[in-house]
């Protein structure tokens, strides 16, 4: 048997065992998994199994959508920009045509002043008189049609270039949420390191978490856990600046970069995020129903010039965890990790 048809039975076992859909989204998922072709997804896979997290619908959803939907923006950009292209070809052959005919009209009125300086008579002048008005008259309806045209023409390139923003905000926000997603997120910790490095300037990073959100989940469901994290996300733009970046790192796990921060800041702005989610009382609008409150664990790290990324991350994911280990619903920082905890990776 194929290792190709070996890892498809193992997609169809794990699903199985998981009580997981056999939808097409979610068999990519596993099958990669199984397979090990993306080393990313199978870590994200195993510490939620590792968490004893349920495989729901909203789950399986955002894991196809972190390391799969790539591939359909792409195909929408590369559709957008096609269309851009045929568009800008047709106008350049508008202008090709409009050139040609003014070329035409300048030779006409040239062979008409010519016979005039020639002396015509009468009669032939009357001719070619008529002949330029007539020439003039076409002219000036070709003119029309082709300004009809590149008017045409200039709406498709406004509503094109819509489409391609369109496509590229899709591609770079969590469609729960609103946030940045974890692409987006991780082209902001590449773009800020690097200009940290040139600048001098310092740079933080927040990875929040909620608090017994599985139990959340199972206690209230998922809607009301998908309102949970969108709670969260409105929390998390009204307490940052507006050159930090709030993202969904991943299920109910989040991350804030603030560039510019020192370590104080940093650990501030979490405190502030921490203090105003701790205060929301979650209320069931349909039944007017008080489900209590909710809380974050929160870690922070600061960016050591010409570190691996994976390095500042894991300060800040191990600093989160610290939190969560010693009681959950309060701001750690990297100073305050174990050693041997960080020297072990948490």
């Known amino acids: 048997m194929s290792d190709a048809n070996i890892s498809a039975e193992k997609a169809m076992a794990c699903m199985r065992e998981r009580d997981i859909p056999a939808l097409p989204d979610n068999f990519t998922v596993w099958y990669h998994y199984c397979a090990g072709t993306y080393p990313d997804l199978k870590r994200t896979v195993d510490i939620l199994i590792d968490n004893g997290q349920e495989f729901s619908p909203s789950v399986n959803a955002n894991l196809f959508e972190r390391f799969f939907t790539h591939e359909s923006e792409e195909k929408g950009a590369h559709s957008a920009t096609t269309k851009l292209e045929g568009v800008i070809k047709r106008a350049s052959e508008y202008l090709n045509e409009a050139g040609e005919g003014a070329a035409q009209f300048g030779e006409h009125l040239a062979d008409a002043s010519g016979a005039l ?79 940290a490095m040139e600048s001098g300037d310092p740079l933080c990073l927040l990875m929040l978490d909620i608090d017994f959100f599985k139990k959340f989940n199972d206690n209230y469901g998922h809607q009301t856990g998908d309102k949970v994290l969108k709670l969260l996300a409105l929390v998390l733009n009204e307490s940052i600046k507006t050159h930090d970046v709030a993202a969904r790192y991943g299920g109910e796990e989040f991350a804030v970069v603030l560039p510019g921060s020192m370590l104080d800041d940093a650990m501030a702005v979490g405190e502030l995020i921490r203090d105003r989610i701790a205060k929301k009382n979650i209320v069931n609008r349909t039944t007017g129903k008080k489900l209590g409150g909710i809380t974050l664990s929160v870690g922070a790290s600061t960016y050591v010039p010409g570190e691996a990324l994976t390095d500042f991350i894991e300060r800040a994911d191990v600093a989160l965890y610290t939190a969560k280990q010693t009681g959950r619903n309060r701001v750690v920082s990297e100073k305050d990790i174990p050693e041997q905890k960080l020297a072990v990776g948490g």
Do not use: Y
């Not at 000036?140 to 270039?161: C, F, G, I, P, T």
């Not at 609103?178 to 902001?188: E, H, P, S, V």
């Open 117 to 195: 300086a020639d002396g015509a008579p009468g009669n032939d002048a009357r001719t070619i008189i008529e002949g330029i008005i007539g020439a003039s008259q076409q002219m000036e309806k070709h003119s029309h049609a082709l300004e009809q045209r590149l008017a045409s023409a200039s709406d498709e390139v406004v509503q094109l270039r819509k489409e391609i923003e369109i496509t590229r905000r899709e591609a770079s926000t969590d469609g729960l949420t609103g946030l940045a997603n974890r692409k987006l997120f991780d082209l902001t910790m590449r773009e800020t390191c690097a200009h």
